[in-house]
């Protein structure tokens, strides 16, 4: 029998700077949950609102691999290795902060505000060179199906990062059953709903909730509302 766990989108830690509002699944920052330390080596799911013209200065990372999904909006990267780029809804950003890099993130639109879900993850190689990258997911592939958009393997589909870890992303029509199977022995998968419902064992679940399976095989997800959104986050359970 599946062991897993339900994080409601209500029990998140919230942060409201004016500028910025944000939902933490897991501890950060301020907040601090004992029991929502991380998933396996997943560390963060930070679900992000940024306001026109704000965002976040330049500030350090190491050791950490940081992916970006914007879900509205688009958001502008610099970092200490000279990447200058714009990620907007539809692309997926990576950042490999191994020995250190500094980076910045800001909203330059002047009249909308940028949503993106903020996701680390640690790595299974310490110290490795800082490396960035970026990708247009093809949308048009994550009707009614999860599409891979990360993986451990630069020359498989979507980003990759330093970890035994698969990212996937669906969009489905109400009623649409599917199933994922778990591609690395003793991972878990962790479900994030963007937006609509969805039944994950046996579990109802709405826009923003959060489930995490583990000692599974298999994953049978039904979409419960018209428009599903799904990403599913494959990881290592053990640190």
Do not use: C
Not at 122 to 149: A, C, L, S, W
Not at 191 to 214: N, Y
Not at 221 to 236: A, G, R
Request: aromatic fraction near 10%; charge should be negative.
């Amino acid at each position: 029998m599946a062991n897993f766990l339900i994080h409601r989108a209500d029990t998140r830690g919230k942060v409201d700077w004016g500028w910025l509002q944000s939902r933490h699944t897991f501890s950060f920052g301020g907040y601090y949950n004992p029991e929502r330390m991380h998933f396996g080596v997943l560390r963060v799911i930070n679900d992000d609102t940024v306001a026109e013209g704000r965002g976040f200065d330049k500030h350090p990372h190491d050791n950490m691999e940081i992916i970006s999904i914007p879900l509205e909006g688009d958001l502008e990267h610099r970092d200490t290795l000279g990447n200058v780029a714009v990620i907007k809804q539809g692309d997926i950003q990576v950042m490999s902060a191994g020995t250190g890099i500094e980076h910045s993130e800001y909203n330059r639109n002047t009249d909308r505000l940028t949503k993106f879900l903020q996701i680390w993850i640690f790595p299974n190689r310490r110290n490795v060179k800082p490396r960035y990258d970026q990708m247009t997911m093809n949308v048009e592939g994550m009707k009614n199906r999860f599409q891979q958009i990360l993986s451990p393997n630069a020359d498989d589909d979507g980003v990759w990062i330093h970890q035994n870890a698969w990212f996937h992303l669906g969009k489905f029509d109400q009623g649409v059953t599917s199933e994922y199977k778990i591609k690395s022995k003793g991972n878990g998968v962790y479900a994030f709903i963007i937006s609509g419902a969805a039944t994950i064992l046996g579990q109802p679940l709405t826009s923003r909730d959060g489930l995490g399976a583990w000692e599974i095989e298999s994953l049978s997800i039904i979409s419960d509302s018209p428009e599903t959104q799904i990403l599913l986050m494959e990881v290592p359970m053990d640190l």
